[in-house]
């Protein structure tokens, strides 16, 4: 990361350290569902398919013959995260 000197006018730049944490706070959850719990916001189409990695076409098929949990924003489609984690969990095949 770069920044400027302090106090100085001129058109210099420091390398600052960048802080690096292995705290399990700041790193991703690896668990699909949970990722899709702490998701912010609607998700697009292609969002979720790269998520779920499928192809769009797949997932609009799905939308289109009402397999999944989503939303029509006029012509767009959007999945509600905290729907689509639970609709994942009824899915799981129990080994």
Same mark, same amino acid.
């Given at each position: &990361?770069?920044?400027? =000197?302090?106090?100085?006018?001129?058109?210099?730049?420091?390398? %600052?350290p960048? &802080?690096?944490?292995?705290?399990?706070?700041?790193?991703?959850p690896?668990?699909?569902?949970? *990722?899709?719990?702490?998701?912010?916001?609607?998700?697009?189409?292609?969002?979720?398919?790269?998520? %779920?990695? &499928?192809?769009?076409?797949?997932?609009?098929? &799905?939308?289109?013959?009402?397999?999944?949990?989503?939303?029509? $924003?006029?012509?767009? =489609?959007?999945?509600?995260?905290? *729907? $689509?984690?639970?609709?994942?969990?009824?899915?799981? $095949?129990?080994?």
């Amino acid at each position: &990361m770069f920044g400027p =000197i302090s106090g100085y006018s001129g058109c210099r730049w420091v390398f %600052l350290p960048i &802080m690096s944490t292995t705290s399990t706070a700041t790193t991703k959850p690896t668990d699909l569902i949970t *990722r899709l719990r702490i998701h912010i916001g609607a998700i697009r189409v292609s969002e979720l398919a790269r998520i %779920l990695t &499928m192809s769009r076409t797949t997932l609009y098929q &799905m939308v289109d013959d009402g397999r999944i949990p989503h939303y029509r $924003i006029g012509d767009s =489609i959007r999945f509600d995260p905290v *729907r $689509i984690s639970e609709w994942l969990a009824e899915q799981e $095949i129990a080994a």
